[in-house]
T-cell receptor, first 109, second 117 residues
C-alpha cells in the first residue's frame, strides 16, 4: 500500500514562479524524504526532514512537516527549466521505505 | 566515485527464463533495497536488507528473491519471470541510522529496464 501520496499529480508553471507540492501519509514516521527523478533515471535525494523537525531549507528548496496532519510540502522557489522532473516523497514504516506516486513538474519557458 | 551500479541496464527475456540483476555499491552502506517503478504506481519496495545475511520483504516481494552474502552486493533474482514483472527496477543503498532504521538518504542506481515477453 502507498504510504505517501503526493498532490498534485502534475503541475505546470512558468519559469521563475514558485512550485509547491504536497505529500500526505497515513502512519507515524521516523523521517520524510523528498527525491527528484528526471525522466526514466535514478532518483536523486533532495532533502530529509526528521519527525521532530517542522521546517528545513536547502538552497531554493523549503520543506515543511506537520506530523499532526500527517503531511509535508516541498516548495521550489524561482523555478528553472532544469527543475522539470518528477518529485517523490518517501517515508519509513518500520524498516520499510514507502514512496508516493509522485508529482510531475513541468517548467514552461 | 561513490555510486550504485546495476547490470544489465536493459534486458528483454521470455517467460520462465531465470534471470539475475546485479547491484553493487562502494559506500559501505548497510541498508540496500530493490524497487520497481510502474506508470501511475510510483516506486514500490520489493526487498530490502539491513546487513549481510539479513533480508526482508517489502510491499511487492512475490516472484522475486534476493541474497546478501557480501555487504556491497545485493542481486535481484527472478526464478521464473512473467510478463507482469515487466518494469523499471532500481537498486538503492544507504547508511543505517540510529535505532536500526534507514534514516539517511538513499543513493539510487541508474535503473534496469526489464521486458518479459
Amino acid at each position: 500500500s502507498q504510504q505517501g501520496e503526493e498532490d498534485p499529480q502534475a503541475l505546470s508553471i512558468q519559469e521563475g514562479e514558485n512550485a509547491t507540492m504536497n505529500c500526505s501519509y497515513k502512519t507515524s514516521i521516523n523521517n520524510l524524504q523528498w527525491y527528484r527523478q528526471n525522466s526514466g533515471r535514478g532518483l536523486v535525494h533532495l532533502i530529509l526532514i526528521r519527525s521532530n523537525e517542522r521546517e528545513k531549507h536547502s538552497g531554493r528548496l523549503r520543506v515543511t512537516l506537520d506530523t499532526s496532519k500527517k503531511s509535508s510540502s516541498l516548495l521550489i522557489t524561482a523555478s528553472r527549466a532544469a527543475d522539470t522532473a518528477s518529485y517523490f516523497c518517501a517515508t519509513n514504516r518500520d524498516d520499510k521505505i514507502i514512496f508516493g506516486k509522485g508529482t510531475r513538474l513541468h517548467i514552461l519557458p | 566515485e561513490a555510486q550504485v551500479t546495476q547490470n544489465p541496464r536493459y534486458l528483454i527475456t521470455v517467460t520462465g527464463k531465470k534471470l539475475t540483476v546485479t547491484c553493487s555499491q562502494n559506500m559501505n552502506h548497510e541498508y540496500m533495497s530493490w524497487y520497481r517503478q510502474d506508470p501511475g504506481l510510483g516506486l514500490r519496495q520489493i526487498y530490502y536488507s539491513m546487513n549481510v545475511e539479513v533480508t526482508d520483504k517489502g510491499d511487492v516481494p512475490e516472484g522475486y528473491k534476493v541474497s546478501r552474502k557480501e555487504k556491497r552486493n545485493f542481486p535481484l533474482i527472478l526464478e521464473s519471470p512473467s510478463p507482469n514483472q515487466t518494469s523499471l527496477y532500481f537498486c538503492a543503498s544507504s547508511l543505517l541510522g540510529s535505532g536500526g532504521f534507514s534514516n539517511n538518504e538513499q543513493f539510487f542506481g541508474p535503473g534496469t529496464r526489464l521486458t518479459v515477453l
